[in-house]
Structures are given as structure tokens and as C-alpha cells.
């Protein structure tokens, strides 16, 4: 292993030096480019030319940051690292920090209880092309003291071996990526200020080994008391936030948590393996809750073509998670399998209103109970359509207000069943769906209970999740008022008004439908497991 140096500590205390002293001020676009090499740089040399590399950032001299300065790393070097950064660039000279040459890519690190990067007040910077790893400490945290923050990109960071421990209790989210063993941090809950981060863009990342992913906040009111009262909620969103093809792997906690944003994307992820701390004690008490991809106090924003499994938090481990007043949000074309549950929403207050769930397929996510809202305060105006939901846990359709569950495929496994409510008064419409190895909820009398003819066999792989041409489920769907989505689960266009998250013609696949004889025994198996199961829950 090469010789580890300190040459970015000695950049950012330099350059946060120059900050205050007003050297950044009114700086013109630069384009000085720094060169550090760890393995043949010489801090005699000027650093301002590949040939000319210094070794540490104390060997440069003369600094002129601003916008369009680049600071780029050998790659095949490690440099150690615990940095404050307070900067500006432009959006088309932003201050670059990356990497350059043959060989692995540049790793920076700490190996203390600190921050890899801090960037505060920053804004146009951009992280590109490096591996980060803190094993005791955490990879960046942006926050906002004296202005909103603007333009910051990470793009192909590698975030690895950071902690990644058992714990009793859910991280610290108020100070920084090493407190919430995170590898991107932004802000905190509670915020420090009322100013937001906007336009935060973050591609092509890896992270493995790490307790969470990326944990983003905004402001939730003027006392920064997020648990508080209705009357007193005044969010300072941040906005423009896009987390795009971005991989998080063998995680104790949490990938990505959408926090206070408006209009935030997150599309084209994975998280597998997420949330491995099963977050209970010796004697199976839940101590603390975790999910994979989340939206807390967020609006009109969404999560979409994502793969999500593999999660074993006990008291969360879902896949769809509207949390503490997010209205108008949407998960869509989510790939949820093997996790503890599909969906658990939690309103408060007043409750959350205009969600939707559509077009995704859920496999396997039987740990526990799926439900459309927990708790009175409910989900109002929710969507959830279209949907193909296989060999789940018990599945509760209640404390919905004034919303739309239809064209869904329920399948529970074995010994699950369906919860529901039945108070007329809520103006909900549940319709046309499809249910099998269970009893029809009473409020769904025009829905089927029939096999729904998949193309395939067995719960591995997607695509056996077509329907067959001679399904019954083909074309007997409702249309839904205001979906605007072209394409189904699959990708393929959406040809055929269907039950499921498949919305084509049908493919050339047999379909075995049942006879009477096997009909009348399902349904009496089915009806006696429902009565064990209601005599579980009065007992219980």
C-alpha cells in the first residue's frame, strides 16, 4: 500500500482561510488546475501542471481558487482527509475536486471520527471520480449556515468501509455524516438554519459497507422542532434534488432518505441488502425502525425504477414509505422482493394527502404485514393501482380517506390474510382487483378471485409476472383519471386497460383455470383460515 499523506487537510484549511480573509471574494474564473500525486509528486515542484505535481497541498504556493479551479488526484494514491470546504463556483466553472491518471482510483480517507468532506455555505462544486472510505467517520456532509446552497454534484464516488456496525437505536441525523454513519449527509434533522440545498445532483454511485446511504433534510419550521405541532410545520424545502443510478449494497441502515424536499427525484437505483439490523433486543423488543428508500415530510416528489430487497429491519424493512406529512408523493415501477414488507405508511397530524403507488411488483416481502396507512390520521386522496403484489404477508387496506385501491394483484402466502375497513363514510373506491389463496375483502365484491394466469412459475426473475393472453385479468381493469404513464412495470407500452402491474395484449402462455370442485375447496380452506386468523387477533 503506498504511503498515505495529509495533502488535502492542508488544501481546505488553506482554502477556508482564504475565505475569510476575502480572497474568495469576487474571485474571476480561475481555471487553475492543482495536481497532487501521492507517488512521484514533489513539493518543490509548482503543482500547476501534470509534470510538475506536488506531493502534499503544502507544496503549492500562490493559490488562486475560484471559480474553474480543479484540485485532481493521482489515481493509485490514498490522501488522507477531514476537510471543511467554504467555497463558490459558478454553474459553468464549478470548483472541481477528482481525479486524473492510470491506475485504481484515487482513495480518500480518515480514519478518524470525522467527515471526509465538509462542504458548508459551498455552492457549484463538484465530486467526481474518487473512492471514499472512513472506517470510523463518514463521507460528506453538506450543510447551510449563512446561505442556501446551490448546484452541488457527486458524480461515480465509490463510498465504502465505513461503520457499519450493530447499533441499539437509530443514528444521530443532527451532526454530520460521521454521527449518522452515513456516506452522504445533507443538513440534519433538526437543521442548524433556514437556508435549503437546491439542485443537489447525485449519479453513478456506490455505496457498500456503510451503516446508511444518503440521508437528505431540509428545514421543518423557524424553532427547528421537527416533532411538533400542526400549526407550527413551516418547511424550508430543499429543491431540485436528483439521486440517480446509484447502487447501495450490505448496509446496516438506510439507502436513501428523501427529507423536507420538493420536487425530488430518486430513479434507476438499487438497494440490496439495506437495512440488515434487525433492530430489536435479546428478548425480540423492537428498539428502533429502518427502511430502505423513504420519503419524510417531502412533496411532490418521487421515487421510481428502483430494485429494493433483501431488507431485515423487523419493525420496517419496507419497500413504499410515506412518513410524518408527505403529500403528493409517488413510488412507481419499484422492484420489491424478499424484504420484511412491501409498504407501511405513517401519517401524522392531520394526515398525508395525494400519495400514489402504481405499477410496481412486490415478491416475497413476507416478514411481516404490509399496510396502507398506520394509524387514524390516514392517507387521503391515496392511489395505490396497478400493482402485482405476490406472496405477501398480511395485507391491511385501512385508514384511507377519500382514495383509490384498484387493479392490483394480492396474492398472500400461506396462512396470510386480508384486513380491512369497512366504514362506508371514508368515500374510498376499492375495485376491480384481483385476489387468490384468500377471502375477497368484503368491500371489493366486483373484484376477481381467480389464478390470474402469469406466463411463468415459481417467485424468482420479473418477467414471469406477464400475464398470459387468456388471462381473465387481461382488459379487465378500470381506467384510472389522471394516470399519465405510458409504460408498465415491464417497460413495454401500455396497450390494455389490465389487473397488475403488466399492461400489454398478453402473451402465448396456458392458463389452467380452476374447476368448480377446486374453486369451492380454495374457498373453504380460505374462509377457515381467515376465521383462525380473527381468533388469533382477539386472543392474542
Same mark, same amino acid.
Given at each position: 500500500?503506498?504511503?498515505? %499523506?495529509?495533502?488535502?487537510?492542508?488544501?481546505? #484549511?488553506?482554502?477556508?482561510?482564504?475565505?475569510?480573509?476575502?480572497?474568495?471574494?469576487?474571485?474571476?474564473?480561475?481555471?487553475?488546475?492543482?495536481?497532487?500525486? @501521492?507517488?512521484?509528486?514533489?513539493?518543490?515542484?509548482?503543482?500547476?501542471?501534470?509534470?510538475?505535481?506536488?506531493?502534499?497541498?503544502?507544496?503549492?504556493k500562490?493559490?488562486?481558487?475560484?471559480?474553474?479551479?480543479?484540485f485532481?488526484?493521482?489515481? *493509485?494514491?490514498?490522501?488522507?482527509c477531514?476537510?471543511?470546504l467554504?467555497?463558490?463556483g459558478?454553474?459553468?466553472?464549478?470548483?472541481?475536486i477528482?481525479?486524473?491518471?492510470? &491506475?485504481?482510483?484515487?482513495?480518500?480517507?480518515?480514519?478518524?471520527?470525522?467527515?471526509?468532506?465538509q462542504?458548508?455555505?459551498?455552492?457549484?462544486?463538484?465530486?467526481? !471520480?474518487?473512492?471514499?472510505?472512513?472506517? !470510523?467517520?463518514?463521507?460528506?456532509?453538506?450543510?447551510t449556515?449563512?446561505?442556501?446552497?446551490?448546484?452541488?454534484?457527486?458524480?461515480? #464516488?465509490?463510498?465504502?468501509?465505513?461503520?457499519?456496525?450493530?447499533?441499539?437505536?437509530?443514528?444521530?441525523?443532527?451532526?454530520?455524516?460521521?454521527? @449518522?454513519?452515513?456516506?452522504?449527509?445533507?443538513?440534519?434533522?433538526?437543521?442548524?438554519?433556514?437556508?435549503?440545498?437546491?439542485?443537489?445532483?447525485?449519479?453513478?454511485?456506490?455505496?457498500?459497507?456503510?451503516?446508511?446511504?444518503?440521508?437528505?433534510?431540509?428545514?421543518?419550521?423557524?424553532?427547528?422542532?421537527?416533532?411538533?405541532?400542526?400549526?407550527?410545520?413551516?418547511p424550508?424545502?430543499?429543491?431540485?434534488?436528483?439521486?440517480?443510478?446509484?447502487?447501495?449494497?450490505?448496509?446496516?441502515?438506510?439507502?436513501?432518505?428523501?427529507?423536507?424536499c420538493? *420536487?425530488?427525484?430518486? %430513479?434507476?437505483?438499487?438497494?440490496?441488502?439495506?437495512?440488515?439490523?434487525?433492530?430489536?433486543?435479546?428478548n *425480540?423488543?423492537?428498539?428502533?425502525?429502518?427502511?430502505?428508500?423513504?420519503f419524510?415530510?417531502? #412533496?411532490?416528489?418521487?421515487?421510481?425504477?428502483?430494485e429494493?430487497?433483501?431488507?431485515?429491519?423487523? &419493525?420496517? *424493512?419496507?419497500?413504499?414509505?410515506?412518513d410524518?406529512?408527505?403529500h403528493n408523493?409517488?413510488?412507481q415501477?419499484?422492484?420489491?422482493?424478499?424484504?420484511?414488507?412491501?409498504?407501511?405508511?405513517?401519517? !401524522?397530524?392531520?394526515?398525508?394527502?395525494?400519495?400514489?403507488?402504481?405499477?410496481?411488483?412486490?415478491v416475497?416481502?413476507?416478514?411481516?404485514?404490509?399496510? =396502507?396507512?398506520?394509524?387514524?390520521?390516514?392517507?387521503?386522496?391515496?392511489?395505490?393501482?396497478? !400493482?402485482?403484489?405476490?406472496?405477501?404477508?398480511?395485507f391491511?387496506?385501512?385508514?384511507?380517506?377519500?382514495?383509490?385501491?384498484?387493479?392490483?394483484?394480492?396474492?398472500?402466502t400461506?396462512?396470510?390474510?386480508i384486513?380491512?375497513?369497512?366504514?362506508?363514510?371514508?368515500?374510498?373506491?376499492?375495485?376491480?382487483?384481483?385476489?387468490?389463496?384468500?377471502? =375477497?375483502?368484503?368491500?371489493?365484491?366486483?373484484?376477481?378471485?381467480t389464478?390470474?394466469?402469469?406466463?411463468?412459475?415459481?417467485?424468482?426473475?420479473?418477467?414471469?409476472?406477464?400475464l398470459?393472453?387468456?388471462?381473465?385479468?387481461?382488459?379487465?381493469?378500470?381506467?384510472?383519471e &389522471?394516470?399519465?404513464? %405510458?409504460t408498465d412495470?415491464?417497460?413495454?407500452?401500455?396497450t390494455?386497460?389490465?389487473?397488475g402491474?403488466?399492461?400489454?395484449?398478453?402473451v402465448?402462455?396456458?392458463?389452467?383455470?380452476?374447476?368448480?370442485?377446486?374453486?369451492?375447496?380454495?374457498?373453504?380452506?380460505?374462509?377457515?383460515?381467515?376465521?383462525?386468523?380473527?381468533?388469533? #387477533?382477539?386472543?392474542?
Amino acid at each position: 500500500m503506498k504511503k498515505i %499523506t495529509r495533502a488535502l487537510s492542508f488544501l481546505l #484549511v488553506f482554502a477556508v482561510l482564504a475565505c475569510t480573509t476575502g480572497l474568495f471574494a469576487g474571485a474571476t474564473d480561475s481555471k487553475n488546475y492543482y495536481y497532487i500525486d @501521492a507517488i512521484d509528486g514533489n513539493d518543490n515542484n509548482s503543482g500547476t501542471d501534470i509534470n510538475n505535481a506536488v506531493k502534499s497541498i503544502a507544496g503549492l504556493k500562490d493559490l488562486n481558487v475560484g471559480p474553474g479551479t480543479h484540485f485532481l488526484f493521482r489515481n *493509485g494514491g490514498e490522501y488522507e482527509c477531514a476537510v471543511t470546504l467554504t467555497c463558490e463556483g459558478t454553474k459553468d466553472n464549478p470548483v472541481v475536486i477528482s481525479s486524473y491518471g492510470e &491506475g485504481e482510483t484515487a482513495v480518500l480517507k480518515t480514519d478518524e471520527r470525522k467527515d471526509v468532506f465538509q462542504l458548508f455555505d459551498c455552492s457549484y462544486v463538484t465530486i467526481s !471520480n474518487l473512492n471514499i472510505t472512513a472506517p !470510523n467517520g463518514g463521507g460528506i456532509w453538506i450543510d447551510t449556515y449563512n446561505k442556501t446552497s446551490v448546484g452541488i454534484t457527486i458524480d461515480n #464516488v465509490y463510498f465504502y468501509d465505513m461503520q457499519n456496525y450493530k447499533v441499539h437505536s437509530r443514528d444521530d441525523f443532527q451532526n454530520g455524516a460521521s454521527s @449518522a454513519r452515513a456516506a452522504i449527509m445533507v443538513k440534519g434533522l433538526p437543521a442548524k438554519s433556514r437556508y435549503a440545498v437546491n439542485d443537489l445532483t447525485i449519479t453513478n454511485c456506490e455505496v457498500y459497507n456503510c451503516a446508511n446511504g444518503f440521508i437528505i433534510w431540509g428545514s421543518w419550521n423557524d424553532s427547528q422542532t421537527p416533532w411538533c405541532e400542526e400549526e407550527d410545520i413551516d418547511p424550508i424545502f430543499n429543491t431540485g434534488l436528483l439521486i440517480k443510478g446509484c447502487y447501495f449494497h450490505e448496509m446496516d441502515a438506510e439507502a436513501v432518505v428523501v427529507g423536507m424536499c420538493d *420536487g425530488a427525484l430518486v %430513479t434507476h437505483c438499487r438497494a440490496i441488502n439495506c437495512c440488515q439490523g434487525e433492530g430489536v433486543d435479546e428478548n *425480540g423488543e423492537i428498539e428502533y425502525f429502518t427502511a430502505a428508500m423513504w420519503f419524510w415530510g417531502s #412533496v411532490n416528489s418521487t421515487i421510481q425504477y428502483c430494485e429494493i430487497a433483501g431488507q431485515k429491519n423487523f &419493525g420496517d *424493512g419496507m419497500a413504499v414509505d410515506f412518513d410524518s406529512f408527505s403529500h403528493n408523493c409517488t413510488y412507481q415501477y419499484i422492484y420489491s422482493h424478499d424484504n420484511m414488507r412491501f409498504m407501511c405508511n405513517c401519517p !401524522n397530524h392531520s394526515g398525508q394527502h395525494g400519495n400514489t403507488v402504481r405499477y410496481c411488483l412486490s415478491v416475497n416481502d413476507n416478514g411481516g404485514r404490509s399496510t =396502507t396507512a398506520s394509524g387514524k390520521a390516514g392517507e387521503h386522496g391515496f392511489s395505490f393501482y396497478n !400493482n402485482t403484489i405476490i406472496n405477501c404477508g398480511e395485507f391491511q387496506i385501512v385508514n384511507l380517506y377519500d382514495s383509490l385501491f384498484a387493479n392490483n394483484i394480492i396474492i398472500p402466502t400461506e396462512g396470510a390474510t386480508i384486513a380491512y375497513d369497512l366504514d362506508p363514510t371514508r368515500g374510498n373506491t376499492v375495485t376491480n382487483n384481483c385476489y387468490y389463496e384468500v377471502m =375477497t375483502p368484503l368491500i371489493d365484491f366486483g373484484s376477481f378471485n381467480t389464478r390470474p394466469g402469469f406466463a411463468g412459475e415459481g417467485f424468482e426473475g420479473f418477467e414471469q409476472y406477464f400475464l398470459s393472453d387468456k388471462s381473465p385479468l387481461i382488459g379487465a381493469g378500470i381506467e384510472i383519471e &389522471g394516470d399519465d404513464c %405510458t409504460t408498465d412495470f415491464f417497460g413495454n407500452e401500455i396497450t390494455s386497460t389490465n389487473i397488475g402491474c403488466y399492461g400489454g395484449e398478453g402473451v402465448d402462455a396456458p392458463y389452467e383455470k380452476e374447476t368448480f370442485i377446486e374453486k369451492l375447496i380454495r374457498t373453504i380452506l380460505d374462509i377457515i383460515e381467515t376465521i383462525k386468523h380473527e381468533i388469533y #387477533v382477539i386472543f392474542d
